[in-house]
């Protein structure tokens, strides 16, 4: 056979050629389309932010009041999420909302951590912090720090917040961004959730996203 | 806010009101307002904490909620939790309309009352007072259960 292929001209040589690349070809992406086994993967969340925010770094300081980075948290997925602690409603239904999402990931639990980040740090101690968040649950860390280690990290993640008027019985409020943001085990974000999405569906995406980063 | 986002919201707020068979209900002594599944999410450390309350009008005439107070809190507010171009903002509501023979939900992420600096130590399963003042001059007690800050 390779004989004879070789005593045949240059140019139907050639020709041969084509089909066979053709083959090899068909067969790469057959073998690719075998490899991602079952139907492609659907998510509940905003799945854009991929790819469009830097990877998960910073530098501030838990709930026990350690200087941590992001490095402390790889290999788990990461929830993050920026609120402050004199924030009545909205801070407690979504730290709430994540803790129900955590006791429905069952042992899964285990691969994820809710970073709950302060925009308020000038009231938000490590100690004040540790007393919040572990009113709603395990697996969530405070993390709060200087005026300026916070704006860095708010500005990383395009995250606003500013603070309001005195409310007229020496409090005041902080406005600030509603995003939760998902990240995979290497940092990477993955994921972009809202106070307004359902527990079941982040508990969905949790759930898959924790699947596919982390083998069995 | 406009008339059209206020009656939206009081839509929203009326829809989210779910009963439950659970709860007590606090009859109308003195004005025609009845209030159910009253509670407050209590914080640790004295944080400002979250009133929630459905409250039902069972005239044929509008009440207007003016604001609240507490002898187990220094300040009750009447505020309201929005969420507007990915940020979330609070801020003070002078009066909530309830309508003739409706009802408002005080709700998480909705009108809420903030309570702040406990005039003693408030435990979860305790009941703490707050009193309902009314555009009219009417006022209604109602007796708030304290449910721990994960709550829901």
């Not at chain 2, 702040?116 to 399963?125: D, E, K, L, R, S």
Request: proline share 7%; charged share 15%; hydrophobic share 45%.
């Amino acid at each position: 056979m390779t004989h004879a292929a070789h005593r045949l001209p240059t140019r139907v040589r050639r020709l041969i050629g084509v089909p066979r690349l053709l083959l090899m070809a068909t067969l790469a992406l057959f073998l690719v389309g075998c490899a991602q086994s079952g139907p492609p993967l659907v998510w509940k969340l905003n799945t854009s932010v991929a790819g469009h925010l830097p990877d998960l770094q910073f530098r501030l300081t838990d709930d026990a009041n350690q200087v941590v980075t992001a490095k402390n948290y790889l290999g788990k997925v990461v929830v993050l999420y920026f609120g402050y602690t004199h924030c009545p409603d909205v801070c407690p239904l979504t730290l709430t909302h994540l803790h129900m999402m955590m006791q429905k990931l069952g042992p899964l639990a285990k691969d994820a951590r809710i970073l709950f980040v302060s925009v308020d740090p000038a009231r938000d101690t490590p100690a004040v912090m540790h007393a919040y968040v572990t009113a709603f649950g395990t697996h969530m860390v405070g993390l709060t720090g200087t005026e300026s280690e916070i704006r860095a990290m708010a500005k990383r993640y395009r995250v606003a917040f500013n603070r309001g008027p005195s409310n007229g019985h020496g409090g005041y409020e902080v406005n600030h961004s509603s995003a939760i943001y998902i990240f995979g085990v290497k940092g990477k974000v993955k994921l972009l959730a809202t106070p307004a999405d359902s527990v079941p569906d982040i508990t969905h995406d949790m759930r898959q996203l924790i699947q596919q980063e982390i083998a069995p | 806010m406009t008339a059209r986002r206020f009656m939206l919201a009081t839509a929203i707020a009326c829809l989210a009101a779910a009963p439950a068979a659970t709860w007590a209900v606090t009859p109308a002594v003195k004005t025609s307002i009845t209030v159910t599944h009253a509670w407050v999410r209590l914080l640790p450390l004295d944080l400002p904490a979250g009133g929630y309350a459905v409250i039902i009008n069972n005239s044929a005439t509008p009440a207007r909620l003016t604001g609240a107070s507490s002898p187990a809190y220094r300040s009750v507010m009447l505020h309201q939790s929005t969420q507007s171009g990915g940020m979330s903002r609070m801020h003070m509501v002078k009066q909530l309309v309830i309508p003739p023979h409706g009802r408002v939900q005080l709700a998480p992420g909705s009108y809420h009352l903030m309570l702040t600096h406990a005039t003693h130590t408030i435990a979860v399963g305790d009941k703490v007072p707050v009193t309902l003042h009314f555009a009219d001059g009417k006022t209604l007690t109602v007796d708030f259960a304290v449910r721990p800050a994960n709550a829901h």
